[in-house]
């Protein structure tokens, strides 16, 4: 799903959803409890309040 697919989807702004996926893609990389980003399922309806 790309940064415009979801900010179309939640009616977030495209920069705020490409700021978050990166954070969380950080995140994601820095611990070891995901071992892909395909097991990791963001909850996007929290993305406006980020």
């Given at each position: 799903?790309?940064?415009?697919?979801?900010?179309?989807?939640?009616?977030?702004?495209?920069?705020?959803?490409?700021?978050?996926?990166l954070?969380?893609?950080?995140?994601?990389?820095?611990?070891?409890?995901?071992?892909?980003?395909?097991?990791?399922?963001?909850?996007w309806?929290?993305?406006?309040?980020?």
């Amino acid at each position: 799903m790309s940064a415009r697919e979801i900010a179309d989807e939640t009616g977030a702004n495209v920069e705020t959803v490409r700021r978050w996926l990166l954070k969380h893609r950080l995140a994601i990389r820095g611990t070891t409890t995901h071992s892909s980003d395909d097991d990791y399922n963001p909850d996007w309806s929290r993305l406006k309040q980020d």
